[in-house]
T-cell receptor
């Protein structure tokens, strides 16, 4: 079966650091994605991991451990505009059409 | 680059009617497009994978006769919600794949009255 778990909601303070965790159990794995989604809008791409380790991109970093089925998204120097839903998604094997399976999303609230 | 558009952005229709939603890749060709549905405060649920020139592959629990998908060209896929009911009211999002990446359209808000 396919199962992707994230916390439903988190709260953090402006200027702080927050880590959003994602665990997954899928029948195939060909990469893990993080997306940001503001209410009423489509998701926007943040990061992609296919090998173990940390990928850094400005204020955002994402980590992957394939053996543990675990990833996290790290947001530094939080800004009010970072308040959004953060979606973890796993891409299946190529022969599964490369489709993405999404977690339920983590609603992040950044407070002053 | 890699822009995906959807039309319409919002649509209100009466129960029992059909609605067509278009998804276009504007500056690239997409052999594969995906259709998602998102209910309020929930995540994206994949409905179907659309491949150019062939039948769509539907996810378990998605009625293929109700949600008709056509992918007639490398830049256009359409989703038709037939005999719409209020429970079909949702946010429908498409994505187009190129070079291993998926690019999302802006979404279509469907309200069935």
């Amino acid at each position: 079966g396919q199962n992707i778990d994230q916390p439903t909601e988190m709260t953090a303070t402006e200027g702080a650091i927050v880590q959003i965790n994602c665990t997954y159990q899928t029948s195939g794995f060909n990469g893990l994605f993080w997306y940001q989604q503001h209410a009423g809008e489509a998701p926007t791409f943040l990061s992609y991991n296919v090998l173990d380790g940390l990928e850094e991109k400005g204020r955002f970093s994402s980590f992957l451990s394939r053996s543990k089925g675990y990833s996290y998204l790290l947001l530094k120097e939080l800004q009010m505009k970072d308040s959004a839903s953060y979606l973890c998604a796993v891409r299946g094997r190529y022969n599964q059409g490369g489709k993405l399976i999404f977690g339920q999303g983590t609603e992040l609230s950044v407070k002053p | 680059g890699a822009v995906v558009s959807q039309h319409p952005s919002r649509v209100i229709c009466k129960s029992g009617t059909s609605v067509k939603i278009e998804c276009r890749s504007l500056d690239f060709q997409a052999t594969t497009m995906f259709w998602y549905r998102q209910f309020p405060k929930q995540s994206l649920m994949l409905m179907a994978t659309s491949n150019e020139g062939s039948k769509a592959t539907y996810e378990q629990g998605v009625e293929k006769d109700k949600f008709l998908i056509n992918h007639a060209s490398l830049t256009l896929s359409t989703l038709t919600v037939t005999s719409a009911h209020p429970e079909d009211s949702s946010f429908y999002i498409c994505s187009a794949a190129t070079n291993g990446e998926q690019y999302f359209g802006p979404g279509t808000r469907l309200t069935v009255t």
